[in-house]
């Protein structure tokens, strides 16, 4: 791709319009501007800007009024674009070519495409139109057949923190390779973002970078402290996960990150079946679910604690359902109320985190209400009251139903079958369907009927509703 622009800078021969498409952050506006330096550039080397010529550093030092950028999201009616019409007909002020940058493209209304295609029709040859989208099926199909497309694609964490090797040696930051390779991967394909990371980095911690440093940096854990973290989960240890979650707090990680970090961490195990799988799977999706509360949460790492509080106690429950069942016989399952939803916070297992073997006396002392929830027992006197009054409730409605609806209809049929037994010849009648006739003659179950324009219709008898008086 990069070959092939340059080779068309190299040869004189570029199109009058590009189209970069591809997912944000991947370099489609930077390579625009590098194009636009280029086919601009007085001395340009193997289709690359030199950035040393006059043109270059014009351009460079952002003092050319040649190269305009635009922003399709914030300017995309037709004014913007009628105004660009007329200010593509002049020729360029300082430079070879104007170069029109338009960002997010998609974005444009329809009219202002329409006249941005005149334009594109018969484009002036000082000039040309750069456009980059996240959302190249959004551009109109007559745009995209006058542009050149190019499809920019993510770029993998080894070239990027290659790149990032490249740049921090060019400003001399001693940066070790694992710090990169992190950067890299949390940039995920995006050479930007990496890039501002890095920046950030450098700006944070001076020269010296490790990765413990972007670690800090970037409010992000190390990968040991999310194996331990879901150890801790799965060991259903209250005291030793509320230790953990104050030191990731103490440290300032952003608890979010965290969570997905985890679940990735998680994804990954998943991966290679195990007999572990099914809890894990839930475990995912527990975590997952707090992570979104959080979102709407005010108070994200209490929300945090709770979450994950009630996450490893529904784990607990489910783990020691199968024993409780054998033990018990054909018992009602234990804890079968909170299989459906293993994230959903149970206020007996939040009061007290820290006191596990007190805890079953404490349930035992709960509301009914409680008890019934958790599925530890079955009260029967309030099921049985509740039967009775199901029983009373459909008594109540079925009388309703009867008087209301089924009486009057059954009294309406009578009604009717003593109208269609009653019918005869020259009777005037009217149907289901609102046609208006006279009888001509009765069979079995049909009837013909005279219409009004003296056209016969032969139908049902039962679909005589009506009898008019002549
Ligand atoms: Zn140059």
């Known amino acids: 791709m990069v070959r092939t622009l340059k080779n068309a800078v190299s040869a004189g021969q570029v199109a009058h319009a590009y189209l970069f498409s591809g997912e944000r952050g991947i370099g489609k506006t930077s390579a625009a501007r590098i194009l636009a330096r280029a086919v601009n550039c007085l001395k340009p080397q193997a ?154 980095v450098a700006s944070y911690a001076g020269e010296q970078i490790s990765a413990d440093t972007v670690l800090d940096m970037l409010g992000l854990a190390d990968t040991a402290v999310h194996e331990a973290f879901l150890e801790t989960v799965q060991q259903g240890d209250q005291a030793t996960l509320v230790a953990l979650i104050d030191e990731l707090v103490d440290r300032g990680k952003d608890l979010e990150v965290f969570l997905s970090d985890v679940v990735n961490l998680l994804r990954a195990r998943l991966r290679i079946p195990s007999a572990h799988s099914r809890e894990e799977i839930r475990l995912s999706q527990g975590l997952l679910e707090i992570k979104a509360d959080m979102f709407r949460s005010l108070d994200r790492r209490i929300r945090f604690e709770i979450g994950v509080l009630a996450l490893m106690e529904s784990l607990q429950t489910q783990r020691s359902e199968p024993k409780e069942r054998a033990a018990g016989g054909r018992s009602e399952p234990k804890g079968s109320a909170d299989r459906g939803k293993p994230q959903s916070p149970t206020p007996s297992s939040v009061q007290s985190p820290t006191a596990p073997p007190v805890r079953r006396k404490v349930r035992v002392a709960l509301p009914v209400s409680e008890r019934r929830r958790s599925g530890a027992e079955s009260a029967p006197s309030p099921m049985g009251g509740s039967w009775i009054s199901m029983l009373m409730l459909f008594a109540v409605f079925g009388a309703i139903f009867y008087f209301m609806l089924i009486r009057p209809q059954r009294k309406r049929q009578t009604k009717m079958n003593e109208l269609i037994a009653g019918l005869k010849r020259g009777d005037l009648v009217v149907t289901a369907g609102g046609i208006y006739g006279e009888v001509d003659s009765i069979g079995d179950n049909t009837a013909v009927l005279i219409l009004e324009d003296g056209a016969k219709l032969k139908m049902a008898k039962a679909s005589i509703v009506q009898k008019r008086e002549k």
């Open 47 to 200: 289709g690359e800007p030199c950035n040393v010529c006059e043109n270059c550093l014009t351009i460079l030092a952002n003092r050319t009024l040649d190269i305009i950028e635009i922003d399709g999201a914030s300017n995309r009616g037709i004014d913007h674009i009628r105004q660009l019409r007329e200010e593509v007909s002049f020729v360029p002020s300082d430079l070879r070519m104007k170069v029109y940058i338009i960002d997010e493209v998609h974005m444009l209304t329809n009219e202002a495409f329409n006249a941005l295609l005149k334009t594109l029709e018969e484009p002036p040859s000082h000039s040309m139109f750069v456009f980059a989208t996240t959302e190249a099926h959004k551009v109109p199909r007559t745009i995209l057949s006058r542009c050149q497309v190019f499809d920019f694609r993510r770029i993998d964490a080894a070239a990027i923190a290659l790149h990032l090797q490249k740049v921090a040696e060019s400003l001399e930051l001693d940066i070790t390779r694992d710090a990169t390779q992190l950067i890299a991967q949390r940039a995920n394909g995006g050479m930007r973002d990496a890039l501002v990371m890095l920046e950030q």
